[in-house]
């Protein structure tokens, strides 16, 4: 793909998808003055607006893409009612543009779906000016939350153009691009009377994998509606679920959500993310015989101390509870110094000095002036030898209480989630609440499943093991458990990474 096209996100939308789209809102029986297309490319939407609304009397395309201007400036030549402008969305004056305008106004269209990850490493400037647009605070900053797709920005500074006048947006966009606009204008007080996401195969039209939709909305002054109904595709038929706030939280299905909500409340434990290390190919291993073998193939007579078995999400989501690889954990603290390896377990400070050009040169930032070959994301949580655990890919909700294998703590990678325990029956005790019907309708009412994490820290510690064990009436039963359970991890540091 080329360098541009990843740029400028250029990926046309077919005529026959824009129809779609356009038909699809006069069923909402819209009727806009005036429509835009902010991202116009060869201008789609602008054609298939002109097919559907015969009320739309003025028709307005941008696009930062001359040659696109010129081609579809030549194709309207013979229209007065049409304006098309080479113009990059980032240094226009929306407001002023807008505030002249006469409503409503319908902006339609489909923005760049690239994030600014990508576009710092292409060394790209199509960026907005100032890219911390949801306030992130610096470790959210440092964990990858800051990073958004250009588009998301796109719509927020359209939905704030827009609030508080009789208009509409209808976009196409990744599916968690719609959630956070949607969740980022119901918190900021935008005024919206109805919203809605139309669910598409964008594999069958972009010839892409991502979640993707057409998010709609419909901007009324004093209307605060925050809930959107969702489609299963470009269909009224065919709706699926109604997300939404409830008490200033994003919930995926408000129906199930309301069935299952007794059991949402106080996280009894802490929920850990696994074991991070950034460095598979050294620091994980299978063993071979007494030996172990390395991601590069290379055979190697390691010291057992430091060496532990490794459940990874794969593993867990497919229900495959013995260990087929270990992992290195160099430290049992994310304080503990890693030079004592050098006595402890010389042949293991060997091998991680041989690699040492891959270990010292981890990306993320969390490594920085921490020990030598340091891991991240443990605690006391790591070794104990009993946990309850999830994978957080994949959709099938299912829970495992893990044991120790071969005498040694089970570790888990950084896509998994988990709770330590003190014993196999606390561990057993607890994993039959979470996986009962009533713990997994709560989650999954929570739960969007387009995202690449769908089950995350922030949905596990909204279950209240207490109340889900006292709608299950066991909470006579093992009740000890959770009366003990906050002693286990109150002193230890929460960390998220998705
Ligand atoms: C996904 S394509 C969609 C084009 C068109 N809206 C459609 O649906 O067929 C995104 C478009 O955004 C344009 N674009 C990218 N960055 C832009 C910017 N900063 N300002 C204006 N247009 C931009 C690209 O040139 C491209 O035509």
Same mark, same amino acid.
């Given at each position: 793909?080329?360098?541009?096209?990843?740029?400028?996100?250029?990926?046309?939308?077919?005529?026959?998808?824009?129809?779609?789209?356009?038909?699809?809102?006069?069923?909402?029986?819209?009727?806009?003055?005036?429509?835009?297309?902010?991202?116009?490319?060869?201008?789609?939407?602008?054609?298939?607006?002109?097919?559907?609304?015969?009320?739309?009397?003025?028709?307005?395309?941008?696009?930062?893409?001359?040659?696109?201007?010129?081609?579809?400036?030549?194709?309207?030549?013979?229209?007065?009612?049409?304006?098309?402008?080479?113009?990059?969305?980032?240094?226009?004056?929306?407001?002023?543009?807008?505030?002249?305008?006469?409503?409503?106004?319908?902006?339609?269209?489909?923005?760049?779906?690239?994030?600014?990850?990508?576009?710092?490493?292409?060394?790209?400037?199509?960026?907005?000016?100032?890219?911390?647009?949801?306030?992130?605070?610096?470790?959210?900053?440092?964990?990858?939350?800051?990073?958004?797709?250009?588009?998301?920005?796109?719509?927020?500074?359209?939905?704030?153009?827009?609030?508080?006048?009789?208009?509409?947006?209808?976009?196409?966009?990744?599916?968690?691009?719609?959630?956070?606009?949607?969740?980022?204008?119901?918190?900021?007080?935008?005024?919206?009377?109805?919203?809605?996401?139309?669910?598409?195969?964008?594999?069958?039209?972009?010839?892409?994998?991502?979640?993707?939709?057409?998010?709609?909305? /419909?901007?009324?002054?004093?209307?605060?509606?925050?809930?959107?109904?969702?489609?299963?595709?470009?269909?009224?038929?065919?709706?699926?679920?109604?997300?939404?706030?409830?008490?200033?939280?994003?919930?995926? *299905?408000?129906? /199930?959500?309301?069935?299952?909500?007794?059991?949402?409340?106080?996280?009894?434990?802490?929920?850990?993310?696994?074991?991070?290390?950034?460095?598979?190919?050294?620091?994980?291993?299978?063993?071979?015989?007494?030996?172990?073998?390395?991601?590069?193939?290379?055979?190697?007579?390691?010291?057992?101390?430091?060496?532990?078995?490794?459940?990874?999400?794969?593993?867990?989501?497919?229900?495959?509870?013995?260990?087929?690889?270990?992992?290195?954990?160099?430290?049992?603290?994310?304080?503990?110094?890693?030079?004592?390896?050098?006595?402890?377990?010389?042949?293991?400070?060997?091998?991680?000095?041989?690699?040492? *050009?891959?270990?010292?040169?981890?990306?993320?930032?969390?490594?920085?002036?921490?020990?030598?070959?340091?891991?991240?994301?443990?605690? *006391?949580?790591?070794?104990?030898?009993?946990?309850?655990?999830?994978?957080?890919?994949?959709?099938?909700?299912?829970?495992?209480?893990?044991?120790?294998?071969?005498?040694?703590?089970?570790?888990?990678?950084?896509?998994?989630?988990?709770?330590?325990?003190?014993?196999?029956?606390?561990?057993?005790?607890?994993?039959?609440?979470?996986?009962?019907?009533? /713990?997994?309708?709560?989650?999954?009412?929570?739960?969007?499943?387009?995202?690449?994490?769908?089950?995350?820290?922030?949905?596990?510690?909204?279950?209240?093991?207490?109340?889900?064990?006292?709608?299950?009436?066991?909470?006579?039963?093992?009740?000890?458990?959770?009366?003990?359970?906050?002693?286990?991890?109150? /002193?230890?540091?929460?960390?998220?990474?998705?």
């Amino acid at each position: 793909m080329s360098r541009r096209r990843i740029e400028f996100g250029d990926f046309q939308t077919p005529i026959k998808l824009s129809n779609l789209v356009t038909s699809l809102l006069t069923e909402l029986s819209i009727k806009p003055h005036i429509i835009i297309e902010p991202t116009c490319g060869s201008g789609s939407f602008l054609i298939s607006g002109m097919g559907s609304f015969n009320g739309a009397k003025y028709f307005y395309g941008f696009d930062i893409n001359k040659e696109y201007i010129q081609d579809l400036s030549s194709k309207f030549k013979d229209r007065k009612n049409i304006e098309i402008v080479e113009q990059d969305f980032f240094s226009f004056n929306w407001n002023g543009f807008v505030q002249n305008l006469k409503k409503p106004i319908l902006c339609i269209g489909n923005p760049p779906w690239v994030t600014n990850a990508v576009l710092g490493t292409i060394g790209s400037k199509n960026l907005p000016e100032k890219s911390n647009f949801q306030g992130l605070s610096g470790f959210s900053a440092k964990t990858g939350k800051s990073n958004f797709d250009i588009s998301e920005w796109m719509l927020t500074k359209l939905s704030k153009v827009l609030n508080k006048s009789d208009s509409y947006m209808a976009m196409l966009c990744k599916t968690s691009t719609a959630r956070k606009v949607l969740l980022h204008n119901w918190r900021n007080g935008i005024e919206i009377d109805d919203s809605r996401l139309f669910l598409f195969d964008s594999k069958k039209y972009f010839n892409i994998s991502a979640g993707a939709c057409l998010l709609y909305m /419909s901007f009324k002054p004093n209307h605060f509606e925050k809930k959107a109904d969702i489609y299963s595709d470009l269909n009224l038929q065919n709706r699926i679920a109604t997300m939404g706030i409830i008490n200033n939280e994003l919930v995926a *299905d408000i129906g /199930s959500y309301k069935k299952a909500s007794a059991i949402g409340g106080f996280q009894y434990y802490t929920w850990r993310s696994g074991i991070k290390h950034d460095a598979a190919k050294v620091m994980e291993l299978e063993k071979v015989g007494d030996k172990y073998k390395n991601g590069f193939g290379e055979i190697i007579d390691l010291e057992d101390t430091y060496v532990y078995p490794l459940l990874k999400s794969s593993d867990l989501g497919n229900d495959r509870l013995e260990p087929r690889k270990c992992v290195i954990v160099t430290q049992k603290n994310m304080k503990d110094p890693t030079n004592t390896i050098t006595k402890k377990a010389p042949r293991t400070w060997d091998y991680l000095n041989r690699y040492s *050009d891959i270990l010292l040169n981890r990306k993320s930032s969390i490594y920085i002036n921490r020990p030598r070959f340091c891991v991240f994301g443990i605690g *006391d949580y790591t070794f104990s030898h009993w946990k309850v655990a999830i994978s957080g890919l994949y959709k099938n909700i299912h829970f495992n209480a893990i044991g120790p294998y071969e005498g040694k703590p089970i570790m888990l990678d950084d896509t998994c989630y988990f709770i330590s325990c003190k014993n196999e029956k606390e561990a057993v005790f607890i994993t039959q609440l979470l996986n009962s019907p009533i /713990s997994i309708d709560f989650i999954h009412s929570l739960v969007f499943f387009d995202a690449k994490r769908p089950v995350t820290i922030d949905v596990l510690k909204r279950i209240d093991l207490r109340k889900l064990a006292t709608e299950l009436g066991v909470e006579k039963k093992d009740i000890n458990c959770l009366k003990q359970s906050k002693n286990i991890s109150d /002193s230890q540091t929460c960390l998220v990474f998705d």
